[in-house]
């Protein structure tokens, strides 16, 4: 069985840092994209961002130059370095997996959630 398992969220207080893990199991996505989304209460899935098999990274707007997302093929895991953490980031942030990052947005494989809370 696949899975995708999200931890490392929690409460931490804005300019605060977390580093979210996604370990994924039942087979490899070493050659797969691998990305992170999110997602607020009463507001649609966004993305984050995505790592390529290669390690190319791409990340959305309101997250560059303060998430760090890299990934250690050998643990078939993706992690996300968020710092300068601010409380709109507060969401629930998924990790997902498919054969390219365009195919992420519709992606066979997601995580279950972790729950990042940014207090102000």
């Known amino acids: 069985q696949v899975q995708l398992v999200e931890s490392g969220g929690g409460l931490v207080q804005a300019g605060g840092s977390l580093r979210l893990s996604c370990a994924a199991s039942g087979r490899t996505f070493s050659t797969d994209a691998m990305g992170w989304f999110r997602q607020a209460p009463g507001k649609n899935r966004e993305f984050v961002a995505a790592i390529t098999w290669s390690g190319n990274t791409y990340y959305a707007d309101s997250v560059k130059g303060r998430f760090t997302t890299s990934r250690d093929n050998a643990k078939n895991t993706v992690y996300l370095q968020m710092n300068t953490l601010k409380p709109e980031d507060t969401a629930v942030y998924y990790c997902?997996?498919?054969?390219?990052?365009?195919?992420?947005?519709?992606?066979?494989?997601w995580g279950q959630g972790t729950q990042v809370t940014v207090s102000s």
């Open positions: 997902a997996a498919g054969p390219s990052i365009a195919r992420l947005y519709n992606a066979d494989y």
